[in-house]
């Protein structure tokens, strides 16, 4: 019954950064929105927001031993550019949805590739920070419905 939360590189600057694609919301009110929802329902819930790559990998590597029975993560940059986040989530084959603030599709065109798309359960973009909690609203539904 345990979530864990990513944020990429920059995610750290929301609330002033670039508004028009992502948003008044801090990384704070997003993430404790985040933990009153998985509070509520019984769920437990890890946040981490990182601008290393490593520091990425290694928490992804670290759901091997430490319960994470769903991602929710919000690759940021690092979708269009890490092979490496990429293989990190591949290996240690936990389920994952990819989240994005804006509608990467109506940005410029290397916002269009990702590389966790093709492996994720689902993709949410463009629905700002309640993207976020309809990602959870879902892990959580499918943590708790039997396969
Ligand atoms: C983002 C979209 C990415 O293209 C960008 O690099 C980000 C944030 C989003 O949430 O819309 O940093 O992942």
Known sequence: RKILVLHGPNLNLLGL???QH???DTLDDI??????QALAAG????????NAEH????R????LSDGTAMIIINPAAFTHTSVAVRDAIAGVKVPFIEVHLSNVHAREPFRQHSYFSDLAVGVICGLGA???ELALAHAMQRLATPA
């Open 17 to 19: 950064r670039e508004p």
């Open 22 to 24: 992502y948003g008044r």
């Open 31 to 36: 993430n404790n929105r985040l933990r009153a």
């Open 43 to 50: 769920f437990e819930l890890d946040v981490l927001q990182s």
């Open 55 to 58: 520091v990425l990998i290694d």
């Open 60 to 63: 992804i590597h670290a759901c």
């Open 130 to 132: 309640h993207g976020y």
